[in-house]
């Protein structure tokens, strides 16, 4: 007899509010309860604090839940300063005071680290600067609405494509802040504002930078208006229509100063957002790895210099390897430009096998990796090939850490320092630093 499969009754969370006390928070910043020991998930929500939530998802391993109310509060609580807190999707630990934002994320690291090592560690000081007015970069979504007739100009809404306009964002540098009603007045006046994608902001000690890239070419008379709000505000303003290569239109080419060489750059380049915690990060590196004049060493993940650039003005030579060709010839440029004769930039994807590349046969004393949030797992296994007793990993994604963490600890290595930078405050954004020194 056929058997035909009848789906089972979907079950939906139920409406009714719950009482749950917060026990502690993941490493996404959400609060977590328990009940029968399956975890409830809860944005906004507080260790210590009990809260009235209402369920909006329910598996069989995990539910979340949406704070309706905090009836109980943590001392740690505060009121978020910014007015688009609620909604925009840029911040999510603005209610949580910015000293218990440090100490929650230097727990996040230090216990998934010990369990990785298998060992109690002592954390390195925290690498702190302002909380506010630190970020010197932004990209900013435009989006005309043609039902409406208006304009979208802001940051994207929590957990939604959305755009939410935004007056005033205290995290951004005070120069670029201040451009974020004149930029969508100016916008507003585009005569075809459809062809407007995203609006990138850079603040570098000449002023501050625009790409603005749109879909297409813009008629002559918006261009116009543009180069001539730029010009008057002392902008330096990039324009890229489409697929085509960005076009400097008016200003300098920029670049910062803040490690003790220049770093010239173009705006769709990587830099880091926060120069003041960059600057900290930068010279802990160095220290931690301890250089001498008769270095060699080797800078993975090395974008245009951060790191290569004031670690070649102490050692022997310096060898810097990056994915992007672009990025490899602004190195180069970059070390020009500091008469550096002992550095060098190569270009590999460092997630395929690099080992017929001729710096990946040579050996070096030290070895400094910074990759993106999906860690160094092509290159890392092949890491104590090259020799290094010291080598210093700088993280954005603790899991990554970890996991690259277990591959140089099976090569010997011995995780000797750890720290966290607190490069994005307000944010449950974590970037750390790792010191291993060869065992033995």
């Not at 020991?37 to 809860?42: L, M, N, R, T």
């Not at 979340?64 to 001392?75: E, G, T, Y």
């Not at 890392?380 to 700088?394: C, M, N, P, S």
């Not at 750890?418 to 291993?436: N, Y």
Request: neutral net charge; charged residues 20%.
């Amino acid at each position: 007899m056929a058997q035909f499969f009848r789906p089972g009754k979907r079950t939906s969370p139920t409406s009714k509010h719950q009482l749950i006390h917060i026990e502690r928070m993941d490493h996404k910043g959400a609060g977590i309860a328990y009940q029968g020991g399956k975890p409830i998930f809860v944005d906004g929500a507080l260790p210590g604090e009990q809260v009235l939530v209402q369920l909006t998802e329910n598996k069989s391993k995990y539910a979340r839940a949406r704070l309706i109310d905090v009836k109980s509060k943590s001392s740690s609580r505060q009121n978020p300063f910014c007015p688009h807190y609620d909604s925009c999707g840029g911040c999510n630990l603005q209610h949580q005071a910015h000293e218990e934002q440090v100490h929650y994320k230097q727990e996040t690291l230090r216990q998934l680290m010990e369990k990785i090592a298998g060992q109690k560690i002592t954390l390195s000081t925290p690498v702190t600067g302002e909380d506010q007015g630190y970020r010197r970069r932004a990209r900013l979504s435009l989006k005309w609405d043609t039902r409406q007739k208006k304009l979208a100009f802001g940051f994207r809404k929590k957990q939604s494509n959305n755009i939410i306009n935004v007056s005033e964002c205290a995290v951004l540098a005070p120069v670029l802040e201040q451009l974020l009603v004149p930029l969508y007045e100016l916008f507003q006046t585009c005569s075809r504002p459809e062809k407007l994608g995203h609006v990138e902001l850079i603040a570098v000690h000449s002023g501050p930078v625009m790409l603005l890239r749109t879909m297409g070419h813009l008629p002559d008379s918006d261009i116009h208006n543009i180069e001539s709000f730029a010009i008057s505000r002392g902008i330096t303003l990039y324009m890229k229509p489409g697929a085509e290569q960005a076009e400097l239109l008016t200003g300098a080419s920029p670049g910062y100063d803040e490690t003790g060489v220049y770093t010239a750059f173009q705006p769709h380049h990587f830099i880091q957002v926060n120069r003041t915690v960059n600057q900290a990060m930068v010279s802990q590196a160095l220290q931690w790895l301890q250089l001498t004049p008769d270095d060699r060493v080797l800078d993975l993940f090395c974008g245009i210099g951060n790191f290569s650039l004031p670690v070649a003005k102490q050692v022997k030579s310096v060898v810097g390897v990056e994915g992007i060709d672009d990025m490899v010839a602004q190195g180069n440029r970059n070390a020009a430009l500091n008469q550096l004769t002992n550095l060098n930039f190569y270009q590999a994807n460092l997630e395929h096998d690099v080992t017929e590349n001729q710096w990946a046969t040579e050996r070096f004393d030290k070895v400094l990796l910074d990759p993106a949030r999906a860690g160094a797992k092509g290159i890392i296994d092949l890491t104590g090939q090259f020799g290094a007793e010291r080598i210093v990993y700088v993280s954005c994604d603790p899991s990554t850490l970890a996991r690259d963490t277990q591959s140089l600890l099976r090569q010997g290595y011995q995780l000797e320092k750890l720290g966290m930078l607190d490069m994005f405050p307000h944010t449950s954004h974590l970037e750390s630093m790792a010191l291993f020194v060869k065992g033995g």
